[in-house]
Structures are given as structure tokens and as C-alpha cells.
């Protein structure tokens, strides 16, 4: 190999970058672009869930249970409605995402009896909001239950019962805030690479062919290795500093916590680099359009890294055959590092498994990517 003529294709692959806008759009502006729209789009924490509120007694306890719904900042009472029918018009218009019915004797049943009923109903058109809701409701009605069973107790000269009760103390390690951005963001880093890194590099040689320069590479003394590493080692460069810029983003911009070493992130981030540049560029030697690899890149990059490689859904949360078709993601290996390392902290020994799958997968896929390449050349 020689490194003259090796970086001589650099070059002229950092010039053809430079003369393209799309290239530089998806180079410059897309991590940009979805930093910003997944940073400040994708949330699955559960806040202000618009609640339509049929208090049928209107007094002192009913507007209290109310109040106390809006106090836990997980619903927001959006609409007062008179009827029962005027409530199904509310959640079917979808005005409201859930209802609260407050009898007309909610009071007396509480004065009397020491509890009462009251009816939620939810729109379980979003299961996932839906079922979140839910608990959050409960937990409301269960708090509120056990704050007026100990004032009617007192009421009435009678003292809770205590025998038999449990005290959860409950701790949160690495999230301690439960805020779903701190397990997303991190991720964001592994879908913006995978999108940005198979699409620059799937029109590398689908280019050539389409401008009718691909018979003059091949008529050169260069080598199919010396094309390869000549065409990658720009678009590494470019992958290591949007990686750079999404990392620093997620840390100072969005303040996750980064609790790891900075070059356990580093080495990864390199390998991970590797393996989408080197999947989009077998994408650019099997296919000769770069409309058509370009089209191809974008499906085997971004639905497994979104879809399988634990970004959006737990794997231990799929069928066991799901989780079986995920070992052989290699997002799945890069999203575990980046939680381990900003969250917890995790240092290399901790990391040894999915490092080695990455340097595995690497390995693989730039060997058969400069095994193609040859075939093609001969």
C-alpha cells in the first residue's frame, strides 16, 4: 500500500465533498438539525395530561381532590364539564386525555364511611400516555385516600391502624431525577452517527459510477484497499467531529450527566464510526445509484437503530426471538455504552463485551467492503 497514493484519494474524496452541497448538508446541518429535533422532541416523561373534571357535589373535599390532581404537575384540569355526555364529547373531540367524575356523594360517603368512589376514564388511543397516566392517577387517589381516612379517624376519635404497615424507602441510582432525557439524549448520538456516516459514505463509489469517472480509478495503479481507506478516511473525520459536537451538545447544551472517561467514549465512538462508514460504503459498491444507495442506507440504518438497538423499546422487554435478532445490531452495542458511560460511569473493564462486538463488527465489515470492491474490479 502505498501511503502517496493513498492520500492522494483522500484528497480528491475531501474535494468532491467540499464541491457537493448535499454531502456537506448532511455533514454540517443534520446533526444540527436532529440533535435539536430529538433532543427537544422526544420525551417519554408524562407531564400535564389535559384532564376533563365532572365535579357532580362542587364542594370543599371534591374541589381539594381536584386541586390535588394539578399539585402532582402530572395533569392539568383543562376542561370543567357538567355532564356525563359532555364529558365523552370532550375525550372523543380528544379536548381531554382522561376524565375525573366526582360523585354528588363524594362528601357524605367520606363523612360517614371514611371513603369514597370516584370514577377516571382514559383515552387508551396512546397505550404507552394511557398507562403512565394511570398510575399516576392511582397514585393521587391513593394518597388522597390516606390522608382522609387519618382526618376522619381523628374526627371520630378512632387511630389508624398501624399493625402490618410497610414503609417503602425508595432510591434511584444514575437518574436520580427520573428525567427520560438523560436516557435519551445519550442515544441520540448513536442514531445521528448511523444516519449521518451510511449516508455520506453509500455515494462514494455509487458516485463515480453515475459520473462516469469509475473507469478512470480503475485504469490507476491504486489499490482496491488504497480506494477504500482513501474514500473512508475523509468521512472518519467527519463522523469523529460530529460525534464531537453531539457528545459536547448532550453534556453542556442539554446537561446529561457525563460521570465515564472521555477516552473510553473516544475509542468507541472511533469504532462505531467505522462500522456505519464501512456498512455505507458496501452499500456504495453494490449499488451503483447513489438515489438507490442512498435509499438503502437509510433503512439498514436507521430502523434497526431506532427500532432494535434499545433507543426506543427495552430489549429485555421483546420476545425472546426480538432480542435474539438484536445481538446482531451493532447499534445495540454503541447506545449500552454511551447510557454506561454518561450515567453510571462505567469504566473499561465494565465494557469489555460490547467493545469487543463493535471491534468485531468493525473487523468484519471492513473486510468484506474491501473484498467487494475488488470483485467489482475484477
Known amino acids: 500500500m502505498s501511503l502517496r497514493r493513498l492520500f492522494a484519494m483522500a484528497f480528491k474524496e475531501t474535494l468532491q465533498i467540499w464541491r457537493d452541497p448535499r454531502s456537506l448538508a448532511i455533514a454540517l446541518l443534520m446533526p444540527v438539525m436532529q440533535m435539536a429535533l430529538l433532543g427537544y422532541g422526544v420525551s417519554l416523561d408524562i407531564k400535564r395530561v389535559p384532564l376533563c373534571i365532572n365535579d357532580q357535589e362542587h364542594s370543599q373535599l371534591s374541589r381539594d381532590l381536584v386541586q390535588r390532581f394539578v399539585a402532582s404537575g402530572w395533569f392539568s384540569a383543562d376542561h370543567a364539564s357538567a355532564t356525563d355526555r359532555a364529558v365523552r364529547g370532550a375525550l372523543d373531540r380528544g379536548a381531554c386525555a382522561g376524565a375525573v367524575t366526582i360523585p354528588v356523594d363524594f362528601s357524605r360517603a367520606l363523612m360517614t364511611t371514611g371513603s369514597a368512589s370516584v370514577q377516571t376514564v382514559f383515552d387508551a388511543t396512546d397505550t404507552n400516555t394511557t398507562n403512565v397516566a394511570i398510575g399516576y392517577a392511582q397514585g393521587v387517589i391513593a394518597q388522597t385516600t390516606a390522608d382522609f381516612e387519618s382526618q376522619w379517624a381523628a374526627a371520630h376519635g378512632l387511630r389508624p391502624p398501624k399493625i402490618g404497615a410497610v414503609d417503602l ?68 473525520v467527519i463522523g469523529l467531529v460530529d460525534a464531537a459536537f453531539c457528545l459536547f451538545t448532550a453534556i453542556y447544551w442539554f446537561k446529561v450527566p457525563f460521570r465515564g472517561s472521555f477516552i473510553v467514549l473516544a475509542i468507541t465512538t472511533a469504532l462505531f464510526t467505522l462500522v456505519v462508514l464501512g456498512i455505507g460504503y458496501l452499500i456504495s459498491v453494490r449499488i451503483r445509484s447513489q438515489l438507490g444507495a442512498s435509499q438503502v442506507a437509510l433503512i439498514l440504518t436507521m430502523t434497526p437503530t431506532t427500532m432494535l438497538s434499545g433507543y426506543t423499546f427495552a430489549i429485555d422487554q421483546m420476545p425472546a426471538p426480538v432480542q435474539a435478532v438484536t445481538l446482531l445490531v451493532y447499534a445495540r452495542y454503541y447506545v449500552t455504552i454511551l447510557r454506561d458511560v454518561f450515567l453510571k460511569g462505567s469504566p473499561l473493564q465494565d465494557l469489555l463485551i460490547p467493545i469487543a462486538a463493535l471491534s468485531a463488527y468493525a473487523a468484519a465489515i471492513i473486510w468484506i467492503a474491501a473484498r467487494s470492491f475488488r470483485d467489482r474490479l475484477d
Open 169 to 236: 424507602e425508595a432510591r434511584v441510582w444514575f437518574n436520580e431525577g427520573l428525567d427520560s432525557r438523560n436516557f435519551i439524549i445519550p442515544a441520540v448520538v448513536a442514531v445521528i452517527l448511523a444516519l449521518v456516516g451510511a449516508q455520506l459514505t453509500s455515494l462514494t463509489i455509487s458516485r463515480e459510477w453515475e459520473r462516469g469517472t469509475m473507469e478512470q480509478l480503475i485504469s490507476t495503479p491504486v489499490t482496491a484497499l488504497e480506494v477504500m481507506l482513501g474514500k473512508l478516511v475523509p468521512y472518519f
